[in-house]
């Protein structure tokens, strides 16, 4: 028993081991971003992730890492633990980059002339020209198990009208500590040398009951006059990042 336990450890570590050598592309990842819940009135918060991804020939691979926000909703220091499955495109040479970079410029100058964007003239050629110049896109999806580990934030006070006739209080209510979220998303990346920056819009969302939203309104004189809860479980984030290529 001990020797055919001790021989599948060996085909374990000897399958991960040549996975690792077909590996085309690893790379670890640190990025910083914004998780905004999909939901009126409920702000924003700052999302710090670090990762480490693995890509084969044929661009397939994974990514695991860990990620932190300080609070959501309200609620401090959320942990999570991602997980996907992903697939990289082929990099494009430095003449398609360019290429398409132009295009890219050429696009948005033609939209801020139709339509006006607020960036002016310089801004929509360079922002055009950049957002295309990326060398290859990254589509994933995942999971994130993760763990709140704050507590249901205290009630948000307002008031307005005549004397302050009308109220209103909101918070948010941790309902579980646990979360369990699924992920969908992309990462344009911008290779220079070993290095990648990273811009990754994504959507999530919570497979458990984790948070509600709050809120109950009334009127001076006469107390609570309606009350709502949303569970909050669409997220979508946007980060920045730079990983290195090994």
């Known amino acids: 028993m001990t020797k055919r336990v001790f021989k599948i450890i060996i085909a374990a570590v000897a399958s991960l081991m040549s996975l690792n050598a077909a590996a085309q592309i690893r790379d670890i990842s640190f990025s910083a971003g914004v998780n905004v819940p999909m939901y009126k009135g409920v702000e924003s918060d700052a999302v710090l992730s670090l990762n ?3 890509f084969y020939w044929n661009g397939l691979g994974f990514r695991a890492g860990l990620q932190w926000s300080p609070s959501v909703s309200d609620v401090a220091n959320a942990f999570g633990v991602p997980v996907a499955f992903a697939y990289r495109t082929k990099a494009r040479t430095t003449k398609e980059r360019i290429y398409s970079g132009a295009v890219g410029a050429a696009d948005a100058m033609e939209n801020n002339i139709l339509y006006g964007n607020g960036y002016g003239t310089v801004g ?3 922002g055009g020209f ?3 110049l990326f060398s290859d896109i990254e589509y994933f999806v995942g999971i994130t198990p993760g763990y709140i580990a704050g507590q249901s934030c205290s009630k948000h006070e307002s008031a307005w ?3 302050y006739q009308y109220w209103e209080n909101t918070w948010t209510e941790k309902k579980n500590a646990f979360s369990l979220t699924l992920d969908a998303g992309m990462t344009l990346n911008y290779s220079i040398w070993r290095f990648d920056l990273k811009l990754t819009p994504a ?3 919570n497979l458990i009951n984790s948070l509600a ?3 109950s309104r009334g009127e001076k004189g006469v107390g609570v006059t309606s009350t709502d809860t949303q569970p909050l ?5 946007l980060s920045g990042g730079l990983a290195f290529r090994f």
């Open 52 to 54: 480490y991804g693995q």
């Open 124 to 126: 929509s050629l360079a």
């Open 130 to 132: 950049l957002m295309n």
């Open 161 to 163: 009208g005549a004397s």
């Open 203 to 205: 959507f999530h969302y």
């Open 213 to 215: 939203y709050q809120s």
């Open 233 to 237: 479980r669409w997220f979508f984030t």
